[in-house]
């Protein structure tokens, strides 16, 4: 994944090695044209192309689809402005409006702006892409919806529901953080990424995919599969609910350490409730997940520190993120922590450790680099923070956004932290599962039934 100017420089890069910049905006095109030609199905296409380069992938795609033998119209509001965009525009030998009037036809596809996007859509060219989207079955966007900021997602000058919704965003050469974070993500629909030759480095940013999950080693017992002890509060449904979903995520053995009762504790879990301080001396612990229900108060901060002083690798949520504080983490030692703040305790623990930034992965980073932990900041665009490396993964179900998701997923990272020993993995790992986990248990789902599911989750990626 790239921003602006890196992708930039990527393709400064290749041109220095001889590539020609026609070669690229003709892969550009020509692999948009085999997505466009699946989605119209032999109806009429119009394409929509700016002034820039981003036009220029529009023209040539045009040409392609109509020699595919496809109705194909532009609509070009601004001639093209470069001579590899007018040679692009040389290549398409049909119908060039200047205006999308009485246009209709299957599939619309907006190549007016890429990443050349330098100030907010005049309110002439937002009503246009208005206009054709309305009067087409189909919506693809070359690049990124017109009017995105690849940067961040964002709007320019405008809010999410300026840009209308596209069926499918083709990324040229390398994801945006806009595929995948910000007010975007709304209108981002299916996202494809088109290879026109820029080489994948191993970057700092890139996309999550699900990986397999190891299965347990052919010598393995509980202790090595990971000890994981849930540390639970005043509230103790949520700690429960948690332990529950690190049992079925792969645990060797899930440790509730609660003082209080659930009439939901299944016989399963082992449950101790001696001195806290006590029970973290366990050596075989491999991980410990404090914060869900456990209250903001002096208990629940003094178990807090007892935790942080434990030494073992750490899953730190809910109460534990408006608990934290620099000198909370003092105590640290070098075993991994992981947060998975949601937006509000994300602000919050920014605050706390003095820190600030523009976009959710700015301040991820910046809280990451000030905490010395891993960061997984959840949301509708979830996205993990460790040191200078960020992940950003695939949209999950919205279903989701569900009382006691973020306890389930907390669990979860707790027990693949005491699996891998590695925050960055355990979180990746988690994210998939739990989203795997969505799609098992449907539409409308409670979070009970969401832990539950994480047991075929866990089946499907090993
Ligand atoms: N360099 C290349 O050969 C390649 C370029 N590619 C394509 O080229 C795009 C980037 O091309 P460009 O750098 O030309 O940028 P764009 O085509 O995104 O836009 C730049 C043009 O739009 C104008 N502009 C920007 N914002 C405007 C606004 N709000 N209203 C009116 N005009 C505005 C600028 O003055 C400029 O003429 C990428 O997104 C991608 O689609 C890729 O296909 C890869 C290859
Ligand atoms: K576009």
Redesign the pocket.
Known sequence: MLTTDQ??AA?AAL?DTGVE??A??S???HGAAQWIARLAAGGPVTVLC?????????YVAAAALKARGLTVRVVAP?SP??D??RHAASTFEGEVLSDGEGLKGTVFVD????????????HE?RALIRDLHASHERAVA???P??VD?DTGDV?GGEGDDVPHYALTLA??AWKPAHFSGPALATIGAARL?D?G?PDRDGEMRLSLPERIAPPAFDAHKYTRGLVAVVGGAMAGASLMASRAAALAGAGYVKWLSEHDHPGHPPDLVKDNAPLADMLGDERIGAVLIGPGLGRDDTARERLEAAVRSGHPLVLDADALVLLTPEILAAETDAPILLTPHEGELSRLCDAFDVAGDTKRERALALSQASGCAVLAKGADTLLASGADVRFFPPASRWLSVAGSGDVLAGICTARLAATGDAMQAACEAVHLHGRAARHAGAGFTATMLAEAVHPALEDML
């Open positions: 992708m930039r393709e041109f910049e026609w690229l905006m892969q550009a095109g700016g002034p820039g380069h981003n036009g220029g992938d529009g601004i402005q470069t590899l965009a190549a007016m702006f890429g990443i050349g996007l330098s100030r907010p859509l005049s060219h070359l690049d990124v017109s009017g690849c320019v040229f050469g088109v026109i820029v």
